[in-house]
């Protein structure tokens, strides 16, 4: 399995552009994580998703970040217009179908380094 | 709620010493517990994980994290710290049944040759 794929990478963007991150979590599982890391402020929990819906987006900072997950494969997160205070690296991760004793183990994508000038 | 504390943003050792990264926790309910490892440009990844029986959990690379409930702690452990164990670590707490779990702030672990 080639796990948890993000796009792009690195982003360089200028003050109030649009930015979109892509996520394309491991085939099979059923949630998915869109984390924010910066050194101020550690690991943030922006949204989750359950088979494709929506969850819990209270982390989501404001109302210029939105995330969408159209189908079990590939979900995005938008940010228009971003700040700099954007800057940060964005995860993704999935897990898989809780059954049984099911460990809620979390597997991350590589991140996106995204800087806003 | 649930929450983690973990003490101390830097531990230094040197390569041979032993490694002891200090995560303490709150739950309400009884908890899973996670160590992730980050690596430098590199998502995190699952060193081990406790969820019930023994409390004695071993992970990848040599790592263990002991469960104790009295002390609500699950401090990860290694007896020689080896120069490639320098990353940031990630403890984590997830209420049974709410699989969301809480990551605490990290600690870097820095090894000196």
């Known amino acids: 399995d080639a796990g948890v794929i993000q796009s792009p990478r690195h982003e360089v963007t200028e003050m109030g552009q649009e930015v979109t991150l892509r996520c394309k979590p491991i085939?099979?599982?059923?949630?998915l994580f869109w984390y924010r890391q910066t050194m101020m402020r550690g690991l943030e929990l922006l949204i989750y998703?359950?088979?494709?819906?929506?969850?819990?987006d209270s982390g989501m900072p404001e109302d210029r970040f939105s995330a969408k997950m159209p189908n079990a494969s590939f979900s995005t997160l938008k940010i228009q217009p971003s700040e700099p205070r954007d800057s940060a690296v964005y995860f993704c991760?999935?897990?898989?179908?809780?059954?049984?004793?099911?460990?809620?183990?979390?597997?991350f994508g590589p991140g996106t380094r995204l800087t806003v000038l | 709620a649930q929450s983690v504390t973990q003490l101390g943003s830097h531990v230094s050792v040197s390569e041979g010493a032993l490694v002891l990264l200090r995560c303490n926790y709150s739950?309400?309910?009884?908890?899973?517990l996670f160590w992730y490892v980050q690596y430098p440009n590199q998502g995190l990844q699952l060193l081990l994980k406790?969820?019930?029986?023994?409390?004695l959990v071993k992970g990848i690379n040599g790592f263990e994290a002991e469960f104790k409930k009295s002390e609500t702690s699950f401090h990860l452990t290694k007896p020689s710290a080896h120069m490639s164990d320098a990353a940031e670590y990630f403890c984590?707490?997830?209420?049974?049944?709410?699989?969301?779990?809480?990551f605490g702030r990290g600690t870097s672990l820095i090894v000196h040759p």
């Open positions: 991760a999935s897990s898989p179908p809780r059954m049984g004793f099911s460990t809620d183990t979390q597997y």
């Open positions: 085939s099979g599982h059923d949630y």
């Open positions: 998703f359950n088979n494709n819906v929506p969850i819990d």
């Open positions: 739950s309400s309910v009884p908890p899973y």
């Open positions: 406790y969820t019930t029986g023994a409390t």
């Open positions: 984590a707490v997830s209420e049974g049944g709410s699989y969301i779990p809480t």
